[in-house]
């Protein structure tokens, strides 16, 4: 039980390290921009509009049907990732220094919003990355524009001060499981589909 509790503390100092040292190190006015940036527009509903959007004009005999799994995945994916966050209960970085910030000792980056609960996991990350493997795995192309940008969505949380590292890589994660279930469980693909 003790060395369990010992890994726990040392897996927590090197997510809150971690945290730091992206939050702190990568901050300038330029990065703000670009990070605030993704940060907003990744949120479910960004990815939810460009993501029909995508289906539309990807598929537009199938766009129905495709899109109306797309949304039921994501709904689906965002409520078990805020049941999590409710069970899990874990604060934001925020939260979490705030002793050490108002002492002086540890300052937190934080350009646009200033959020103190229901860390874990990033629900920013998950709806990125659900969407991104969604469309990937259903249209196989501009693969590296969407897990690019999904991947800078995970990372603004992190330099914004939402998020620890380790909130993002479990949404994202989490996120993909979500995307890839959906599109191997719908019966209208083919199984020459489902293994291209």
């Known amino acids: 039980m003790e ?3 010992t890994l726990t503390s040392l897996a927590s ?5 971690l945290f730091l040292l992206i939050n702190n190190g990568l901050s300038n006015p330029a990065l703000d921009i670009v990070m605030t940036f993704f940060s907003v527009v990744g949120d479910a509903p960004g990815w939810i509009l460009c ?3 995508f289906i539309y004009f990807s598929d537009r005999t199938r766009f129905r049907r495709r899109s109306a799994i797309f949304l039921l ?7 078990f ?3 999590s966050k409710d069970v899990v209960g874990r604060g934001r970085p925020l939260e979490r220094f705030k002793h050490e910030i ?3 000792k540890v300052v937190i980056h934080a350009p646009y919003e200033t959020l103190t609960a229901r ?4 629900g920013h990350s998950q709806a990125a990355f659900t969407a991104a493997t969604f469309l990937f795995l259903y249209y196989r192309r501009f693969g590296v524009v969407l ?27 989490f996120g993909w499981g979500m995307g890839y279930v959906a599109w191997r469980l719908d019966p209208s693909q083919t199984q020459r589909e489902k293994t291209a």
């Open 3 to 5: 060395s369990v509790e």
């Open 73 to 79: 995945t994501m709904g689906v994916a965002g409520l």
């Open 13 to 17: 100092g090197a997510d809150e390290g």
């Open 119 to 122: 860390s874990f996991p990033s």
């Open 51 to 53: 993501g029909l959007a």
């Open 102 to 104: 108002a002492a002086g």
């Open 147 to 173: 897990f690019a940008c999904a991947m800078m969505v995970a990372v603004s949380r992190v330099y914004v001060g939402s998020h620890f590292p380790a909130d993002v890589v479990v949404g994202s994660a």
């Open 81 to 83: 990732l805020n049941l």
